[in-house]
């Protein structure tokens, strides 16, 4: 029998999900995080969930995981010292950056500049160069290099990096350097920008290699203690871990490329929503994963989910493929004020964390949270994680007074207040991933996720005019279940440059069946074999003199069929829709990859029996909760116990083990065949 475990370490919770996938039957447990040490919270739910199971530690195959360790090193700047190696002339690459200042109108005033990743001090330059066909125009200065390098190792750099211009045509400069880089630092990570973005732009192609230079110690520490205490554990499978654009890839990939894992956390949960989808027949989903300390949204059309060609954390934006998601600071933690200048209240995005957390987590939290105000109007029942866990009520009211008291209004309203504005913030992020984006959220559905998804989403739904509200099964650990059933993924990039009208479609397909075939080979030296492996193109296009470009995914089969025409139809339709206009400039084909993907884990979810619609069975006790300005009547049901089929009119709470679902006044929710819970307006 096999076992796949997938692991999703959050702000607040570490959520796990034991799959059996002969079987198709699961265990879930939420456990608290450990800030300090991520692996012993990990390790403290592994054991709790294999004994729950029943299964040893020995009989998981699989531990699949999403990590936020490479995401932390950025926004924290706990990354390594990197030293950095470029062409003589370009020492000022990474301080001169792109010209572009984030935020409105004379941002630039206030704007403090971010501190680049490789200092100034710490970049040297070495004498040599290719041309843009990848000729050489003037060899290596070995000596040079040498000297730079020795340098470096004298200034205590712990991470070296080497990008060289146009290295992406030719790596050979960058290649030698790398193995003089060897000899004089034996033990540092040693990243060549040819290998880890081979793009033109040799700005965001430093940049992207500096960043994986200077996450690789700090992820390679995680992932090899990790891999030290599950062994000693009894764990002796495959360990794999998330990527930004939803595939997996192994431990030790991610160790050599962690750039790659930079949005690692949150594409659990959009991998976990297109599992649900699949099941539940719903193609259009817009997504909402509220957890303690931030809100993830992201849009999937016809169960593909959006990527992006730029992954963003903090300041820092780089080159590598992502899952398109936004987050904003609105979680179940984030700490509600009224700033004395203003006089009006504010939500987030400051969070009161695991630690200390809510006021009425009863952990030495003295803020009030969005968490206090949904458990002061009742939304949030006082026994939580099926009664293992108890809400301080009274200290929660006490808090959120503090709010009423500044603003001169009474509790409740002071509640529903807090809970309002938080609904707007996600309702924001939600507009920018589909409206800013050319999409009608009036087309897809909502799911809501995370321990606090399924509180807010039959709200939000009414803001955005998504219908059904989704709660998915096992909302609380859904991040953890896109972990477990998410498949291995691989590519590789190249740029191509060149007018459309002077490429040869015969040329094109050969050098990404060459591409494909080096991507192809990377999964199998993962273990898994030719059969299991489909292969995709994605190819980058624009108008000749356009700044940006709009990536197309393509499968080899319409590439032969449809040729360069096909793929400039594509443009022009994805061009329209984005921008609202075409042009009659000529196209330029940018950059090529090549996209390997392992097989799909079918694993079906289990129906539920039938039921009559009556939810009546479910019922755990009556309830007063407030909501459209008056304490109002509701009932509170416990999910495990619901049918297919079962109606539920609101306002009425479903609580389980990681979550609780909320549905609104003037809402109906029906359970569907595998137990998720629709909610539609009445």
């Known amino acids: 029998m096999g076992y796949r475990l997938g692991v999703d370490v959050g702000g607040t919770f570490t959520d796990l999900l034991l799959f059996n996938s002969d079987t198709g039957a699961f265990w879930r447990h939420k456990t608290p995080s450990t800030p300090h040490d991520s692996s012993e919270g990990i390790l403290n739910g592994v054991t709790a969930i294999c004994g729950q199971a029943g299964v040893a530690t020995a009989e998981i195959d699989y531990f699949l995981h999403g990590t936020t360790v490479a995401t932390n090193a950025v926004l924290e700047g706990k990354g390594a010292r990197v030293g950095l190696i470029v062409t003589e002339g370009y020492r000022d690459i990474m301080q001169i ?14 704007w403090p500049k971010p501190t680049p990743l490789a200092a100034l001090e710490d970049t040297v330059t070495v004498g040599g160069r290719m041309n843009a066909q990848g000729q050489e125009v003037r060899p290596l200065d070995e000596a040079g290099a040498r000297a730079a390098l020795t340098q470096l190792k004298d200034k205590g750099v712990e991470a070296i990096t080497v990008s060289f211009m146009n290295a992406y045509t030719n790596g050979a400069h960058e290649a030698r350097v790398g193995e003089l880089a060897r000899e004089i630092f034996p033990d540092a990570p040693i990243s060549l920008s040819h290998e880890v973005l081979p793009e033109m732009q040799e700005y965001e192609r430093t940049l992207t290699t500096v960043a994986n230079a200077a996450v690789r110690p700090v992820v390679s ?41 930079l949005m690692s956390g949150p594409a659990g949960g959009v991998t976990g929503a297109l599992w649900v989808g699949k099941n539940a027949g719903i193609k259009n989903i817009l997504t909402l994963d509220v957890g303690g300390t931030s809100t993830d949204v992201a849009l999937i059309e016809n169960l593909e989910p959006r990527r992006v060609r730029t ?27 009224v700033p004395e200048l203003t006089g009006a209240l ?25 968490t206090d105000a949904n458990v002061v109007l009742g939304y949030l029942p006082e026994n939580l994680l099926g009664g293992s866990f108890q809400l301080d009520r009274e200290g929660a009211k006490k808090a959120v007074q503090t709010i ?36 009608d959220p009036r087309h897809f559905a909502l799911m809501g996720f995370g321990g606090a998804g399924p509180l807010h989403v039959n709200a939000v739904a009414r803001l955005m005019g998504s219908w059904p509200a989704i709660s998915p099964v096992s909302p609380g650990v859904l991040c953890a279940l896109g972990d477990a059933t998410t498949r291995m993924r691989t590519e590789t990039a190249r740029s191509f440059s060149r007018l459309a009208t002077t490429t040869d479609a015969a040329e094109l397909i050969a050098i990404l069946k060459e591409m494909s075939d080096q991507t192809r080979a990377e999964l199998r030296s993962d273990g898994i074999s030719e059969a299991d492996i489909t292969s995709e193109f994605e190819i980058d296009v624009r108008y000749a003199g356009q700044a940006f470009e709009v990536p197309l995914t393509i499968t080899p089969e319409i590439l032969e069929r449809d040729g360069i025409d096909g793929i400039l139809r594509r443009f022009d339709e994805e061009h329209l829709r984005l921008f609202t206009f075409n042009m009659d400039t000529p196209h330029e084909i940018v950059n090529l990859r090549a996209v390997a993907l392992g097989q799909a884990l079918d694993l079906p979810a289990a129906e539920l029996p039938k039921g009559d619609g009556n939810p009546a069975a479910a019922k755990m006790r009556d309830h007063v909760l407030w909501m459209d300005g008056k304490e ?11 049918r297919q089929g079962d109606i539920i009119p609101g306002p009425a709470i479903v609580i389980e083990m990681d979550s609780t679902t909320l549905i609104e006044t003037g809402c109906v929710a029906t359970v569907d065949k595998v137990g998720n819970i629709l909610i539609n307006l009445a």
Do not use: C
């Open 97 to 110: 950056a792109r010209s572009y200042v984030p935020g409105g109108l004379a941002a630039w005033i206030i």
């Open 404 to 439: 009423a008291d500044a603003l001169g209004i009474d509790l409740m309203a002071a509640a529903r207040g807090i809970i309002d504005i938080v609904n707007e913030n996600m309702f924001g992020a939600l507009r920018m991933i589909s409206v800013q984006q050319g999409y």
């Open 632 to 642: 109002q009547a509701a009932i509170i049901y416990d999910r495990a116990k619901l």
């Open 346 to 370: 504010r939500v987030g995005p400051q969070s009161a964390g695991a630690v200390p957390g809510p006021v009425a987590y009863g952990k030495g939290g003295e803020a009030p949270t969005v």
């Open 221 to 261: 520490k995680y992932v090899s203690n990790l891999r030290d205490k599950l062994a000693v554990s009894g764990f002796s499978g495959k360990l794999s871990l998330l990527r930004s654009d939803g595939g997996l890839m192994s431990a030790q990939k991610a160790e050599e490329h962690p750039v790659n894992i």
């Open 311 to 337: 992954t963003e954390v903090g300041h820092l934006a780089v080159r590598a493929s992502s899952l398109d998601v936004k987050t904003v600071g609105a979680g179940g933690g984030s700490i509600a004020y």
